[in-house]
């Protein structure tokens, strides 16, 4: 069975920092496009993030440009997000999502496979 799980999430003040990480089960994780995904309540879903399966394409929302880095290590069937100077409006449940394509270019839509999700908050 194909799983993502994503750890990492908490409580942390503003300007503080957490790295997220999202975890493959039953599938090999450089196969496939991974995306960060978040919704905050009251909200749609946000792309924030993707990384190509090499690594080579990224993308960012401007919404986090500059403060959040993706990455990967597919020896460790894992892609991480790095959240640093973090803002209360970024208090959100975030996603990470698999995209199975031939492209070498990550976007952030037609993702086949969801984790559940982890909260961040972000609060004083």
Excluded at 11 to 35: D, E, K, M
Excluded at 42 to 64: L, M, P, Q
Aim: aromatic share 10%; charged share 15%; net charge positive.
């Amino acid at each position: 069975q194909l799983q993502l799980v994503e750890s990492g999430g908490g409580l942390v003040q503003p300007g503080g920092s957490l790295r997220l990480s999202c975890t493959a089960s039953g599938f090999t994780l450089n196969y496939y496009h991974i995306g960060w995904f978040r919704q905050a309540p009251g909200k749609e879903r946000e792309g924030i993030s993707c990384i190509s399966r090499s690594g080579g394409s990224t993308n960012y929302a401007d919404s986090v440009k500059g403060r959040f880095t993706i990455s990967r290590d597919n020896a460790k069937n894992t892609v991480y997000l790095q959240m640093n100077s973090l803002k209360p409006e970024d208090t959100a449940i975030y996603y990470c999502a698999a995209r199975s394509t031939v492209s070498t270019i990550c976007t952030m839509n037609s993702y086949n496979y969801w984790g559940q999700g982890a909260q961040v908050t972000v609060s004083s």
